[in-house]
């Protein structure tokens, strides 16, 4: 249900984007969601955005380092990773849901999830 991609393996303190795009619906009208999991540890909730753009929230583990953004035009949505840590090591999935009642960083807001895509940061 969603095409994740730009992860990889990457220094501490470089950056990647993520890239997060449905199929075969749209991003328009839908929150959409961020979560990651490392292995061992339960799911986190990274970041989100309103259906419009107007609201995100993120994690406090990575506020000021992390930007959740969208385009529906390309019915794209985007988590830009800056100075990256070794802890941010994950597995990172996108999730939507269509309209704003489930926006938030828990994963029971949610009903389209995609696969996920592996970022691994080295110290």
């Known amino acids: 249900q969603f095409v994740e991609s730009g992860g990889g393996l990457v220094q501490s303190g470089g950056s990647l984007r993520l890239s997060c795009t449905p199929s075969?619906?749209?991003?328009?009208?839908?929150?959409i969601a961020w979560f990651r999991q490392a292995p061992g540890k339960g799911q986190e909730g990274v970041a989100c955005?309103?259906?419009?753009?107007?609201?995100?929230m993120y994690a406090e583990s990575v506020k000021g380092r992390f930007i959740v953004s969208r385009d529906d035009a390309k019915d794209t949505a985007y988590l830009q990773m800056d100075n990256l840590k070794p802890e941010d090591t994950a597995l990172y999935y996108c999730?939507?849901?269509?309209?704003?009642?489930?926006?938030?960083?828990?994963?029971?807001?949610?009903?389209?999830w995609g696969q996920g895509t592996q970022v691994t940061v080295s110290p």
């Open positions: 999730a939507a849901i269509f309209g704003d009642s489930g926006l938030g960083l828990r994963s029971a807001g949610y009903q389209l």
């Open positions: 075969p619906w749209t991003t328009r009208a839908h929150s």
């Open positions: 955005i309103s259906s419009r753009g107007d609201e995100v």
